[in-house]
Structure formats: structure tokens, C-alpha cells
């Protein structure tokens, strides 16, 4: 059920993509344990200068692979979350060459009759999910 | 006062697009019972492959229509949000021909303060709405 | 730490786009009052027709300029909130001639554990930030 949009800056190849967004759900199912079909992802392409990502002073240096991966949610707890940080970072230096320097991750949580996954049903309140 | 965001699969042209949005407000119009000019809605095209919705093992079929609509609202009741879902694959289907299967919703809750619908004022704290 | 998506109608130059990112900065830090280097910024173009503005019945006139901002943030009081409003709305008229009236915000708020600005470290968590 998490809905994982990621904001990039143009440039990768469409096959580029869909490793990198393969990564990025394996980073989802080992960090939250979902079933593997739970897949809803958008990749958002920007010209430079469209996607800024500074670092609070942190000292973080960015790159122009950087993303900005937004997550929606059901609540997950706190080891979880830092779990997904981490799967990320590992799935996507693998898979993709992208350095841990260069993603950023927000979430937002929600609630169960918050998602409907299709056919107007909301999937968590009728109880086939 | 829900700000409706959709993403879909780009080769809409610029009309069946206007159906699309248009049918998706008479949706929130029917459903959560707004104003008439309530209405503030995203469209974002992709290329194929920077869009990808399974179906978390629900058997649901997709095709190239799909649609990921995010929602975000004041708090609704649990009834008005099945009702939203019910309204737009209702809607969605007469006017655009996109069935059931091929529309996911999800929503979010923000409050009274979070909003200003221009003029820098927040429009639900002054009481002009 | 919030983080500002901005949606508007395609047309402004690499360099006005540049401005009026730069002003919505200022009024982040302004209003907020974060740390300069606090700055995360994603600016969507659209052809028009793709985003739909109208006004709730409040009589606000839209034009082309017209932006949709949408902030997520760790919680903030209301007074910050109202200040943020006008901030946005002062230094987007002054920078970029977006009057007022084209400025509808909302806001979304997460906690402490919700962000990861690189590292795959939750930096509100470690105590970093």
C-alpha cells in the first residue's frame, strides 16, 4: 500500500527507470514486508533547476541523480521507517549508482479508509486487505 | 476544498483530458457535497513505465488508462469517502470510458489552518469559509 | 524541512522559474524562520488545462501566473501557518508580479521520524537536526 512517488531530475533512460524503480520497491518489500504485487509508484522527471534539494546545513552534497522519494502510508513505526531509509539507499547504490548523499525521503501517514486500490472498494475496511 | 492531484499514462488529448477532470469534480461535487467552484485539480502525464500500479495480489487488471488519484482533504466521514470511490469510477466510466479496475484513490487529511485559497488568507480560520 | 511542491501552468523561462523559487524560499525562511540551507523545492509545469483553479464561490480571479503550493512539514502553530500564507503572497508579488490572488497553499503535516534528508539517516531522530 505505500504509494512511493520519486522526483528526479531528467536524464535516465527509460530502462534507467525501471531500474531504479524495481530498486526502490525491493528496498519497499524487504523494509516493510508487503506482499510483492503491493507496487504503486510515479517517477516525476524535472528540468534542472526544477528540483532543488539543499541539506539544512547537514554538510550533504548532491548530485544531479538526486531524489526526493515521498512516501504515503498506513502508520508504520519508527524501526520501520528507518529501515526504509536504509533499503533504499542500499537498493538503489546497487542497482542504480546512486549514493545515499543523494536520497531524500518524507512520509505521510494515513488511514485504512484512506485507500481504495480499484473497483470503487475500500480494501481495508471490507476486510480483503 | 479537496485539492484532487491525477496521475496517468500521457496520450490523452487536451479534450478527453477535460472530460476526465470534469467527470472527477462532478464525482467530489456528488459525493462530498461542495460548492459548485470548489474545484482545484493537478493532471500529471508520464510516459509509460513511469506509472506502475499493480494490485497488492487483489486480481485487479490494469491497462494503460490507469489512473492514481490523491486527494487531499479536511477530515471526511468513512461513509463520504466510500462515496467519493463509488462516484468517481461512476463518473469516470460514463464520460472517459476508464473502468473500475483501472482507477486507485488515495487521501489525506489535513485541518482548518492548512489552507488559503489565495489572497494569503487562510479562508476556514477567518470564517469567510 | 518542508518541503515545497509548486504547480503551475508551463511558460515561465529557466531563469523567471528560478525567481520565483527563490522568492518562495525567502518566504519559507521568513516566516518560519529555518536555517537558509533548509530548502527543498519541486516545481511541476503543465500545459494549461492541466491545472484547474477556481475559487470555492470566494470570487477570487485567477490568471495564467496562477500557482498551487503544497507544503509538507513537521507541525507548525496556525500564527506560522498565516505568516507563511503572506510571506508567499509578499515576496512572490514583489520577485515575480504573481499577484496574490494566483497564491492557493496547502499543508501537510508528518513528524520527527518521517523525514530522511540523505544518509539514510532520520536526522530528527539522531538528533542531527
Redesign the interface.
Known sequence: ?P?IRI?AIEGRT?EE??TL?DAA?RAVLSALA??????????????E??????????G?Q?TKKVL?I?V?SMPRS?EL??RL??E???ELKTSSGIE???????????SA???????????F?TG??
Open positions: 500500500m504509494l522526483d527509460k527507470v525501471k524503480l520497491h508487503v506482499p510483492q504485487r503491493d507496487r504503486y509508484q510515479v517517477y516525476h522527471e524535472h528540468p533547476g526544477h528540483l532543488i534539494v539543499e541539506d539544512t546545513g547537514l550533504i548532491r526526493v515521498t504515503t519508527q521507517k528507518l531509509y536504509s533504499l539507499c542500499r545515499a548523499s543523494d536520497i531524500m525521503v518524507s512520509i505521510m501517514t494515513n479508509p484512506d485507500w481504495s486500490f480499484g473497483n470503487g472498494e475500500a480494501h475496511v480483503k486487505l
